[in-house]
């Protein structure tokens, strides 16, 4: 699975959109760009993936560049329960192997 | 809520107990995973499970003995384990060629936090 590269942590207002990087300059044609969440001592939650159109879903929003290699995961209204690591993984379709979650970003919605 | 749950929650040991743990899947998936969890590094792929085959092992240690009856429930059979194996387990589940999907998207648990005295 190809690398991907976040800022290691962000603040957001509440009630303001989120906008969390990506880049993943190596991805090839057959990976998927997936986002998890994981909120302190709890089990990573899924909140979206992309292959290259823009994505939506009743949590949030993925937009992929045009040429793949960095997308941005958008959550247009936080809140005070979306402070949590993000992740980013690029993944081979159909892949059943150990999902990889590097360190990916803090984030923190304050008041 | 994601549909796959875990007991116990929280569990306390000593080295010379036998434990087990529990998930089940309420999503009609057809695959499911184990997956450690140690503090400061990365979630760590135990074991995978497809239509109640094991088809993946990570190298994990006989004390740590995996049990999966049907699609929906998977179990963690624990035995004379060390400190060491202290951390959270995870479980996670996902659909197994499911179209539309576009690869296996798993979903995990809130995970047990195993402490082993």
């Known amino acids: 699975d190809a690398k991907t590269t976040q800022p290691p942590s962000m603040d957001c207002a509440e009630g303001r959109a989120a906008n969390l990087p990506c880049n993943h300059s190596?991805?090839?044609?057959?990976?998927?760009v997936y986002w998890y969440r994981q909120i302190h001592s709890q089990g990573p939650q899924y909140i979206i993936h992309g292959l290259k159109n823009n994505e939506t879903n009743e949590m949030a929003s993925l937009i992929i560049t045009e040429d793949r290699k960095s997308s941005t995961l958008i959550l247009p209204h936080a809140t005070l329960r979306d402070t949590a690591v993000y992740y980013c993984i690029v993944r081979v379709a159909g892949s059943q192997g150990n999902l990889i979650f590097g360190k990916g970003t803090k984030l923190s919605v304050k008041p | 809520e994601t549909g796959v749950t875990q007991t116990p929650r929280h569990l306390v040991m000593g080295m010379t107990n036998k434990k087990s743990l529990k998930c089940e899947q309420h999503?009609?998936?057809?695959?499911m995973y184990w997956y450690k969890q140690s503090a400061k590094k990365p979630l760590e792929l135990m074991f995978v499970?497809?239509?109640?085959?094991?088809?993946e092992n990570n190298s994990v240690p006989s004390r740590f003995s995996p049990e999966c009856p049907n699609s929906s429930h998977l179990f963690l059979h624990l035995h004379t384990l060390q400190p060491e194996d202290s951390a959270l387990y995870l479980c996670?589940?996902?659909?197994?060629?499911?179209?539309?999907?576009?690869?296996?998207?798993?979903?995990f648990g809130p995970g047990t936090r195993l402490l082993v005295l």
């Open positions: 190596t991805i090839s044609g057959n990976e998927y």
């Open positions: 996670a589940s996902s659909p197994l060629g499911g179209a539309g999907l576009g690869g296996e998207t798993q979903y």
């Open positions: 999503l009609g998936h057809n695959a």
């Open positions: 499970y497809n239509f109640k085959e094991q088809t």
